[in-house]
């Protein structure tokens, strides 16, 4: 399915406003604040993927809390990330921008097997 106009727009309108209250170029804020580089593809070799594979999850992770199954806006979430965004004012804080947070397991999976009580063969 093709993204729509609305996902490239807000994560621009955000770059913008990271720019804007960082002091940063545009540039910099759309590569290093959105998923757009990477769900897009954009001068990403699978090499750079493979050495960046958490930042690329969370990126596509964080961002998807702000569309629906069509890559429409909710518009909830993204009038909470757009008024965080308005008030930031160092780099740190850009994460909390984000109503939900990515969150990755620290443990083995083998606790999630044990778990569950599911065991490789």
Known sequence: ???????????????????????????????????????MNLGATPELRSRNWDRYCDGLAIWGQFFDHSWRVREEPAKILLSAAGELSHAEQVRTCFPLQAYRPRSGVEVFYDFYGLYSA
């Open 1 to 39: 399915m093709p993204y729509s106009p609305e996902y490239f727009d807000l994560q621009l309108r955000f770059a913008g406003l990271v720019a804007e209250r960082l002091g940063l170029r545009s540039a910099v804020a759309v590569t290093d604040y959105t998923a757009l580089q990477v769900s």
